[in-house]
Each structure stands twice: as C-alpha cells, then as structure tokens.
T-cell receptor, first 113, second 114 residues
Framework: KNEVEQSPQNLTAQEGEFITINCSYS?????LHWLQQHPGGGIVSLFM???GKKKHGRLIATINIQEKHSSLHITASHPRDSAVYIC???????????????FGKGTLLTVNP | GAGVSQSPRYKVAKRGQDVALRCDPI?????LFWYQQALGQGPEFLTY????????KSGLPSDRFFAERPEGSVSTLKIQRTQQEDSAVYLC????????????FGPGTRLTVT
C-alpha cells in the first residue's frame, strides 16, 4: 500500500463548481504539501501545512493529524485550475531524514467551461 | 530572482547511451533534491545534497545513476547505459536549509530512451 493515497485519481468539473481532493497517509509526518503540476510544466508549491487550515485566494487546504487526512478545496473553479494536484508528506522522523518528501500519484483535475 | 532551471528540457537517448541532466538551483539555496517521475505517477525521491555533500542517495535505482554537486551550486544527474525503464521526467528542487524546507521545483527534464 502506498504511503500516500489520493482520491479521486481523475476529476472533471464544470466551471464554478466547488472541488475537493483528498489525501490520506499512513506514516507520521512533520508537514504535508499540496503541489500543482500543469502538463509539460514544473511543480508549483501551493501549501505546506502541519495543522489546521490555510487559505490562499480560492484555494483552501485542511489537515487532520489524528485522522492522517488532508483535503484541498477549490472554490468557484475555473478552466485555468485544470492541472494535476499532488499531495506530498514530509517524514516526521527526528533522526534526520525529515527533508524527504513522499508523493501521492496525483489527481488530474479538468474544469470545463 | 530566477527560479530553478533545468537543461535540457527534453532529451531523447538511444538505449545504451549515457546522458547528463543539469540543474541550476536558486542562488543561495543550500539543499538540492533530484526526483524521478514516471508517466502517470507522483515523483519519487532520488538523492539529496546539502551544499556539495550528497547526504542521501538511497533513491537512486541502480549504480548506473550518479549525481554530483561539486561546488555546492549546479548539480548534474548522470545516467550511464540508459535503459527504456529510465524514461521519465527528472525533477530538481532546491530549498534553503532548515525548517520549513519549502522546496522550489524546476520544470523538469523529460528523458525518452528509445
């Protein structure tokens, strides 16, 4: 079983819809990242969080440490939001390897006009 | 300032050829990471440098893979005797050292081995 599981794998929405992408992980972590990857492009970091909730524009990320679960929400979705969204966790290992990220497989979001 | 840059952006190699992929991190970033991303998958960790020291190479899939960062800035990932299974996007990321370890990614090099 992958240490980081995302759902859904693919998501198609109509412009304006509220989007939720989920991430579950099975290991202790020190931080969780949400990343965005456009086709043929590099990866952009959206959020890094270790507790609670963060908001940036139309994007909201939440994390529940006890349940080992995080969600990424997009309000009022737009076709330019179409991309792959990737969840990555940073190890909570205090032995020195907490620089290492373990990634989910990503969720391909397509927002139609 | 400039972000992380990688070159070439695309590379086609014939099986058995050696390739070298370059990463220019953000100036002043101490930490540098290489990742491999197969089609339809998330990135996977290959190796980690702090300055010129390679502190972790546990993710390198075989001894055909070699990475260096001799002056603590530019890094090169070299793959010898390429195989078809090496076809992937190779991503480089850099960060300032210490928490919170925010990583900044380059655009990647797409390697296709024919």
């Amino acid at each position: 079983k992958n240490e980081v599981e995302q759902s859904p794998q693919n998501l198609t929405a109509q412009e304006g819809e509220f989007i939720t992408i989920n991430c579950s992980y099975s290991v202790g972590i020190s931080a969780l990242h949400w990343l965005q990857q456009h086709p043929g492009g590099g990866i952009v970091s959206l959020f890094m969080l270790s507790s609670g909730k963060k908001k940036h524009g139309r994007l909201i990320a939440t994390i529940n440490i006890q349940e080992k679960h995080s969600s990424l929400h997009i309000t009022a979705s737009h076709p330019r939001d179409s991309a792959v969204y990737i969840c990555a966790v940073r190890s909570g290992n205090s032995g020195g390897s907490n620089y290492k990220l373990t990634f989910g497989k990503g969720t391909l979001l397509t927002v139609n006009p | 300032g400039a972000g992380v840059s990688q070159s070439p952006r695309y590379k086609v190699a014939k099986r058995g050829q050696d390739v070298a992929l370059r990463c220019d991190p953000i100036s002043g970033h101490v930490s540098l990471f290489w990742y491999q991303q197969a089609l339809g998958q998330g990135p996977e960790f290959l190796t980690y440098f702090q300055n010129e020291a390679q502190l972790d190479k546990s993710g390198l899939p075989s001894d055909r893979f070699f990475a260096e960062r001799p002056e603590g800035s530019v890094s090169t990932l070299k793959i010898q005797r390429t195989q078809q299974e090496d076809s992937a996007v190779y991503l480089c990321a850099s960060s300032l050292t210490g928490f919170p370890y925010e990583q900044y990614f380059g655009p990647g090099t797409r390697l296709t081995v024919t």
